[in-house]
Nanobody, 130 residues
Framework: QVQLVEFGGGSVQSGGSLRLSCKAS????????MGWFRQAPGKEREGVASIDFDGSSSDGTTTYADSVKGRFTIASDNAKSTLYLQMNDLKPEDTAMYYCAAECRGTGWGTLATVEYEYWGQGTQVTVSS
């Protein structure tokens, strides 16, 4: 059973930055695949960024939602079992609860799909004011 705990949420003004962290415990699967998702009130949970160490790249394959490309960066410290999301140039529309997810199921829907992941954290709130 993988446990995920997110840190780093908060309130910032538009244009500001935040870095989210997700600490994973008991992560023993051979395929390290993790992602960040967000859910705003009244909206569906959506994939933000993912990183997949599927063997094709030693740095992992990263994928981003179009809405965050060029502003957000996902990174992983495998030795610390910690996932990061650096968020720059934040906008009010980035306001949401952000969730960390782990262990891809290989559904074929891609690593930004909620159904792809087995484990989820409890979330951390990010609020961006204009």
């Amino acid at each position: 059973q993988v446990q995920l705990v997110e840190f780093g949420g908060g309130s910032v003004q538009s244009g500001g930055s935040l870095r989210l962290s997700c600490k994973a415990s008991a992560y023993t699967t051979s395929r390290y695949c993790m992602g960040w998702f967000r859910q705003a009130p009244g909206k569906e949970r959506e994939g933000v960024a993912s990183i997949d160490f599927d063997g094709s790249s030693s740095d992992g394959t990263t994928t981003y939602a179009d809405s965050v490309k060029g502003r957000f960066t996902i990174a992983s410290d495998n030795a610390k079992s910690t996932l990061y999301l650096q968020m720059n140039d934040l906008k009010p529309e980035d306001t949401a609860m952000y969730y960390c997810a782990a262990e891809c199921r290989g559904t074929g829907w891609g690593t930004l799909a909620t159904v792809e992941y087995e484990y989820w954290g409890q979330g951390t709130q990010v609020t961006v004011s204009s």
